[in-house]
């Protein structure tokens, strides 16, 4: 029940004029549709009134070289514009603005086009991924962004299309299928494009892929190389790709058993990063295929290069070195966190650096010439390790978190430590600003695991972190879940201070020249804090979570701020452990602000839910049992963890179908719904086993009635 349900040539050298740096380059530069060329991407930093690339610029520091908003006058900072989206589903993206433009991604990988100043609509794009695609995506039908170069606007599609647009109509220019489209691959991620390649991995670990990154001409789509990050199954022989020599000469011997038939995971699902300083590309490498390293790898190897940053020659695609955080994945720690580039001082001494907090809580500072492990840290609290060896780099694991002979809570867990939430660092403060949360997990092996082609497959057993139909429990457990942004000094890992958030899942980061940080939560809140102390200074209300990377940009000498909301991705998706709303989540919006700003947002009009519907037949424990093994490990993950819905998707609890065994039937065996995205289950579960679903929505739905007749339900706890 994982289905996700809806609401040219290459352009000439620039000209002098499109150089000059932002308050000069503003009004002289002519309006073009993202002329930007490997020059001036070169060169983002000397723009700072534009974001032409994912990071702001190739080094992805996030930090805006602006101040005419800052901590002195961000109090004043007032809405200018907003754009409203179509859907209720996550909005994950960060915008590029250029040259006045800005061109940003929504849900189901559709493109638009707004004037940066004004939010006027200049064009839209939809590649019309079919709804049932969404059965694919892990963590919601989301998109992080696009790419500029030549003209174009290059869009990774769900699908696993990579797609040009002309920027200045949206008209395709090419389209190429980058995956499988038979396998349960998807595109999330933002593409890069880097001396005319463009660079786009992929997503589907869950699902039972296997991960790679290629490289395609940016003029034609042609492919250029591609890297595999794991090996294949050793019977088919080599890849005849750019990865077959690494992969037999390192990754090969670290891999034990049939591993290759569930996929083996390995994703390169967000993280790619150029450094334009070395002409190297870092690509951070994603979870095991299942989870479970017991299962996967015979309990045995270190699975290369899973859960690793791997480091590649753009031009190529050849390896030159990795560092694995996580040897032996067993957690779904992936290593896909945000990358950022810099030069620091340590002991010092500048080092050119990496600096990446993947979701195992270590942040990492490496060097970037060599790979070496510099220094590793954790910044939340861990219970499967207790340091890194810096001798070996490798974490100093706790035995028993591996869950070998019995269950054990893990603290980070599979949300992370920290997660896709894009992080800052501010060249002025040399601090690096993060999204991190605390949220444990509890890991038991499941003995009845086979692997399902297709399927939702991690050989855990996830019904143990089903929330309890208690609500004095519930609200314990809750509070136990935390967000918080981090001020964190890279070079002697330390922290220097801390903002508290209420719940996990808080949104992306951007520093400022203004000494401002802005950040979005899940609850709602778009926010500027003193970038020396963390002091809030400015406070929004969004009416949805905010979960994408903010950016800021000028327009005609004027700052603006820009950030996508709308709350969705893996945590609100799965969590049971929210505020049980009583009315659907309303659509995303797109929210510009400048100092002055007047404009206001609709009230919120919120569609009501319906009431729990308990169905009246009588099941057995059995049944109920079954039910919550199947709900927790395969449905779960969209519609919330105990059937709780957060208001994105159906809250089964409430549907008509739930008290009719036909109508359930129909749609999760039959695929009644299935143009609308929740497809058929019936290659999976037999009648019986769905029926045994039903008798467990049907428990969580006779709590919530229960939880609102007591009148619990607008105090929240369900």
């Not at 060169?43 to 190739?58: I, L, R, V």
């Not at 009845?448 to 208690?470: C, E, L, M, T």
Request: aromatic share 10%; proline share 6%; charged share 20%.
């Amino acid at each position: 029940m994982r289905a996700k349900y809806t609401g040219a040539s290459l352009l000439a050298l620039v000209t002098v004029a499109w150089l000059l740096p932002a308050g000069q380059g503003d009004a002289a530069r002519p309006a073009r549709a993202a002329s930007v060329d490997a020059s001036r991407l070169m060169n983002a930093a000397s723009e700072p009134g534009n974001w032409m690339t994912h990071g702001g610029t190739y080094a992805e520091q996030r930090f805006a070289n602006l101040t005419q908003i800052n901590s002195s006058n961000a109090g004043k900072l007032g809405l200018v514009w907003s754009y409203d989206l179509d859907t209720n589903r996550g909005q994950e993206a960060t915008p590029l603005v250029i040259d006045g433009v800005m061109y940003t991604t929504t849900a189901w990988s559709k493109v638009v086009a707004l004037d940066a100043a004004t939010g006027k609509v200049k064009w839209r794009y939809d590649p019309e991924v079919v709804k049932d695609r969404g059965h694919a995506a892990c963590c919601d039908v989301v998109n992080r962004g696009v790419a500029a170069w030549g003209g174009m606007i290059f869009l990774g599609a769900l699908d696993g299309r990579l797609i040009a647009l002309d920027a200045a109509t949206g008209k395709v220019k090419w389209s190429v299928v980058t995956v499988d489209q038979k396998q349960p691959y998807t595109i999330t991620g933002a593409p890069r494009v880097v001396k005319g390649k463009v660079f786009i991995g992929n997503g589907g670990a869950e699902l039972g892929v296997r991960g790679y990154v290629s490289a395609y001409d940016a003029m034609t789509g042609k492919k250029l190389w591609r890297f595999y990050t794991i090996p294949g199954n050793p019977a088919n022989g080599p890849d005849h790709e750019v990865s077959d020599s690494v992969l037999k000469a390192k990754a090969g011997d670290t891999w034990f058993g049939k591993y290759w038939e569930a996929g083996g995971g390995g994703t390169v699902w967000d993280a790619i990063v150029y450094d334009q300083e070395m002409d190297r590309l870092y690509i951070g490498v994603g979870n095991g295929s299942p989870w479970n390293h017991q299962i996967r790898s015979q309990g045995k190897g270190d699975n290369l290069f899973l859960s690793s940053v791997v480091a590649l020659d753009p031009n190529t695609g050849k390896y030159l070195w990795h560092y694995q955080g996580t040897p032996g994945e067993s957690w779904d720690f992936t290593q896909t966190q945000p990358i950022i580039l810099a030069t620091i001082k340590i002991d010092g001494k500048p080092r050119k650096v990496l600096m990446q907090a993947p979701k195992n809580g270590f942040f990492y500072v490496i060097d970037r010439e060599t790979g070496k492990l510099i220094s590793a840290k954790g910044f939340v609290p861990q219970s499967w390790a207790n340091g890194v060896d810096m001798a070996t780099g490798r974490p100093n694991e706790v035995p028993e978190a591996r869950y070998r002979k019995a269950a054990a809570l893990v603290t980070p867990s599979a949300l992370g430590a920290h997660n896709w939430h894009p992080m800052a660092f501010s060249p002025k403060t040399s601090l690096v600003y993060l999204p991190a949360q605390e949220v444990p997990f509890a890991y038991q092996t499941d003995a009845s695991y086979s692997h399902k082609p297709g399927a939702w497959n991690i050989a855990v057993v996830a019904a143990i972190n089903a929330p309890p139909n208690d609500r004095a429990a519930t609200k314990a457990v809750r509070s136990i879940l935390k967000g918080e942004l981090l001020a964190w000094d890279p070079a002697t890992q330390k922290e220097v201070w801390r903002v508290n958030h209420d719940g996990p899942w808080n949104g992306g980061v951007m520093a400022t020249a203004g000494n401002l940080v802005f950040q979005g939560s899940a609850r709602g809140h778009f926010s500027a804090y003193d970038a020396a102390n963390g002091k809030t200074l400015w406070d929004f209300d969004a009416q949805t979570g905010v979960m994408a990377g903010p950016v800021s940009y000028t327009v005609g000498g004027v700052q603006y701020v820009a950030v996508m909301a709308g709350y969705g991705g893996a945590y609100p998706l799965s969590t049971g452990y929210g505020d049980g709303p009583e009315r659907v989540a309303p659509n995303g919006r797109v929210l510009v602000f400048k100092l002055g700003g007047t404009a206001k947002l609709p009230p919120r009009d919120d569609a009501p839910m319906p009431p729990a519907n308990p169905p009246k037949d009588v099941f057995t424990p059995q049944q109920i049992a079954q039910g919550s093994l199947l709900f927790e490990g395969n449905c779960g993950v969209c519609h919330g963890a105990g059937a709780r819905s957060t208001g994105i998707l159906p809250d089964l609890r409430r549907s008509a179908m739930l008290s009719d065994k036909e109508g359930w039937s129909a749609v999760v065996h039959g695929g009644l719904l299935q143009p609308q995205g929740m497809i058929s289950f019936a290659k999976w579960f037999s009648k019986d086993e769905i029926e045994a679903i039903r008798a467990y929505v049907g428990v969580q739905a006779k709590y919530l009635a229960s939880e609102d007749a007591a009148g619990a339900g607008k105090a929240g706890g369900h």
